[in-house]
């Protein structure tokens, strides 16, 4: 019909043909396309450690062009398959990448430190002609644990009953600063009975102490056999627990007692409070008690044991028993 306008059938075969090539091109790029299947950082990490992070993809068919790694999106390392070397490393403060072991699917970073933390992302990418990229990120904190326990202090040499105990306890320098802990006679100190927490003290390289005061009165309940125990406790994240003891030794009578740290410890208790430390680095001891020692029966010790431990015990209980 004049005027009318057809498509022949040969252009419409042709059309249709492009139309399911495209569809094909589309289905086969989402079948084939790069997937990722974990990025894994681990956190915490402490202080002068070597960790691995790990980027595990599929290339379903593709081939890998490149990995990237990011801190905080600036690149530290990558992979390229085609280039030599392989891996490489560009400088970041906090990184320090082992290119011996790092490769396609991890990066290793040595001798971890406060600058290390941070988020870590993967990229992975695929050569022509999907050109896929896909990527995840984790982040990773960094741990310095405290080289030694807890710190009590301000008790006094002697307590009676009705006296108020007023105690600190002071953890060790640590990022970030130990959650502390009090607990009297092994029983957990609620944060409203008497305990007091102090601002968190910044130190000039970084690291952080925790101060938490208790404060209570005296009374015949708080001794149990004769003496009372105070305990705190220091912990970090789940990866530190460290605790100190004092102990107050004496009698729920009026007369009260005296604190594990004075001086003019009654002489009964001498020999049992020199155990006590000698146990705490002993696998396993026994404490010879008022009618054992009646008998005269011999302390029994392991033969496994800390040398020098023992050797530094010996010269404590020397000039302890000086006094």
């Known amino acids: 019909m004049a005027g009318s306008c057809q498509t022949p059938t040969g252009a419409k075969a042709v059309v249709a043909r492009g139309i399911l090539i ?4 589309g289905f086969v790029t989402t079948v084939s396309a790069v997937k990722l299947v974990n990025v894994d950082i681990p956190s915490p990490t402490t202080l002068g450690e070597t960790v691995g992070l790990s980027c595990i993809y599929e290339l379903n068919g593709d081939r890998l062009y490149s990995v990237k790694w990011y801190k905080n999106d600036v690149e530290f390392y990558r992979f390229v398959p085609n280039d030599w070397p392989p891996g490489q490393f560009l400088p970041l403060p906090g990184v320090d990448v082992d290119l011996a072991r790092s490769g396609r699917t991890s990066v290793y970073l040595r001798n971890v430190n406060l600058h290390s933390a941070g988020t870590y992302r993967c990229e992975v990418s695929a050569e022509a002609p999907s050109f896929d990229t896909v990527g995840g990120q984790k982040d990773m904190a960094v741990l310095v644990l405290p080289t030694e326990g807890p710190r009590i202090t301000g008790g006094q040499a002697q307590y009676r009953i009705g006296d108020t105990v007023s105690v600190n306890c002071t953890s060790a320098k640590s990022k970030p600063a130990a959650t502390l802990r009090w607990y009297v006679n092994d029983v957990a100190v609620a944060g409203a009975d008497g305990t007091t927490e ?23 309940d708080h001794f149990r056999g004769g003496n009372m125990k105070l305990k705190c406790t220091a912990t970090i ?15 729920s009578s009026a007369g009260g007692g005296r604190h594990q740290n004075g001086t003019g410890l009654r ?7 020199v155990i006590r430390l000698i146990c705490g680095f002993l696998v396993s001891c026994v404490v010879p008690t ?4 009646k008998k005269k029966k011999s302390l029994t010790i392991p033969r496994t044991w800390d040398v020098d431990a023992v050797q ?3 010269r404590t209980r020397a000039n302890f028993f000086a006094r």
Do not use: C, I, P
């Open 267 to 273: 002489s009964v208790d001498k020999d049992v409070f």
């Open 22 to 25: 495209a569809w094909l091109h």
């Open 312 to 314: 530094a015990l010996d």
């Open 237 to 251: 994240s789940r990866v530190y627990t460290m605790s100190n003891e004092e102990l107050v030794f004496g009698s």
């Open 290 to 293: 008022t009618e054992s020692k």
């Open 198 to 220: 102090y601002s968190t003290t910044l130190h000039a390289d970084g690291l952080e102490t925790a101060s938490l005061g208790l404060r209570f009165v005296l009374t015949e």
